[in-house]
């Protein structure tokens, strides 16, 4: 009896030792521990079901019921002060981590944005503007949905003329159109102003026509000159100008006879192909040259329309398609490029 009551006594004081051997242990660690999921590993290894206090805590059945108050009273001090530890160190591992934020290299360069650009067509209509600017023409600007009389009307094209056949038009209503071509801006600009007159006017224009050389909606500008004394030389001379600086001097190009109601006489302008050089493709329909403009001298009629006197003024007009002038200028084959959106086209210019 006096032996196993020393026997249980060794046992109590083993067992305490155990305890305050662990918790010193696990003090340590708790207090060193640097990541969240470290720290949950020595949770489960001291106080998850099976961790090591648990099972110390187990054998307290083994213990007199007189001596399990006393080991369990310092095994549950053990073990809140346990919780507590690892607590705290939740904490600072927590708070550990934002400093780390905070040690941003501010002076780094920031990342940069991608950044976009003008569409090839508005990169054009830039240049063309420019070109003219310097020869003294300025820039003017109007509506896309156009009053029947200023698309056709008062540019010589009366309703039962056959030249309305030319234009396969988008119409609003019987008297409202959606332009189909930026020569309307000639008599808007006219009707204001009397000469002398110099203008260009950028801007969309609707066809209803769509293949690899034909978009609905496409770009033209529109080029007018009225003074005393303008001649056919002048057309001729500005418009090479025009063309030597945007495609260079040795660029083939020709004029060709051709009709419009409110020009005359009146020429197209052609460029030798520079998708194939001149010996026939697709984009020049097999015959080496792609028109970009027609022109002329502007008809009498449509002077009386906007009250010029035409027997002191004369002048000529010129009206450019943007998309074709861009393609020639980068050697775009496909005209519906310029409306697909796609970042590897756009992003070449
Ligand atoms: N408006 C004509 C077209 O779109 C071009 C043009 C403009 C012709 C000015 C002569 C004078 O085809």
Same mark, same amino acid.
């Given at each position: 009896m006096s032996m196993d009551s020393r026997a249980d006594q060794s046992d109590v004081h083993a067992l305490q030792e155990q305890i305050l051997? $662990?918790?010193?242990?696990?003090?340590?660690? $708790?207090?060193?521990?640097?990541?969240?999921? +470290?720290?949950?590993? $020595?949770?489960?290894?001291y106080l998850g079901k099976k961790g090591l206090l648990t099972s110390i805590m187990k054998q307290l059945g083994n213990l007199a019921p007189e001596e399990r108050p006393i080991v369990?009273?310092?095994?549950?001090?053990? @073990?809140?002060?346990? $919780?507590?530890?690892?607590? @705290?160190? @939740?904490? +600072?591992?927590?708070?550990?981590?934002?400093?780390?934020?905070?040690?941003l290299d501010v002076t780094l360069p920031g990342r940069e944005p991608p950044r976009g650009h003008l569409h090839p067509i508005t990169q054009v209509q830039g240049e063309i503007c420019k070109i003219f600017g310097r020869m003294g023409f300025r820039v003017v600007d109007g509506p896309d949905v156009e009053l029947d009389y200023y698309n056709f009307e008062a540019l010589n094209i009366p309703k039962d003329h056959p030249a309305r056949d030319m234009q396969d038009t988008f119409y609003i209503s019987e008297n409202i159109v959606l332009r189909?071509?930026?020569?309307?801006?000639?008599?808007?600009?006219?009707?204001?102003q009397t000469p002398p007159?110099?203008?260009?006017?950028?801007? @969309?224009?609707?066809?209803?026509?769509?293949?690899?050389?034909?978009? *609905?909606?496409?770009? =033209?500008?529109e080029?007018?000159?009225?003074?005393?004394?303008? &001649?056919?030389g002048d057309l001729k001379g500005t418009l090479t100008s025009f063309?030597? =600086?945007?495609?260079?001097?040795? &660029?083939?190009?020709?004029? +060709?006879?051709?009709?419009?109601?409110?020009?005359? *006489?009146?020429?197209?302008?052609?460029i030798r192909c520079v998708i194939c050089g001149g010996t026939g493709c697709r984009t020049c329909s097999f015959t080496g040259w792609i028109e970009i403009l027609g022109a002329g001298m502007t008809d009498p009629e449509v002077y009386r329309f906007v009250g010029y006197d035409?027997?002191?003024?004369?002048?000529?007009?010129?009206?450019?398609?943007?998309?074709?002038? &861009?393609?020639?200028?980068?050697?775009?084959?496909?005209?519906q490029l310029f409306f697909k959106n796609d970042m590897r086209f756009s992003m070449q210019f």
């Open positions: 051997e $662990l918790e010193k242990r696990a003090l340590d660690e $708790l207090n060193s521990v640097r990541d969240l999921s +470290r720290l949950e590993d $020595l949770r489960i290894a369990g009273r310092v095994a549950n001090r053990v @073990k809140s002060s346990l $919780l507590e530890a690892l607590e @705290k160190a @939740k904490e +600072r591992i927590s708070s550990a981590e934002e400093p780390e934020l905070e040690a189909t071509h930026t020569s309307p801006m000639e008599v808007r600009v006219m009707e204001k007159v110099s203008i260009i006017a950028p801007g @969309k224009v609707y066809r209803r026509d769509s293949d690899v050389s034909h978009t *609905p909606m496409f770009h =033209q500008v080029g007018l000159l009225v003074d005393k004394g303008v &001649t056919f063309v030597h =600086q945007m495609f260079g001097r040795e &660029t083939g190009m020709r004029f +060709r006879p051709s009709f419009f109601p409110f020009t005359e *006489p009146s020429v197209e302008l052609d035409p027997e002191i003024y004369s002048g000529f007009a010129f009206g450019m398609g943007i998309e074709r002038v &861009t393609m020639l200028k980068h050697g775009i084959d496909d005209i």
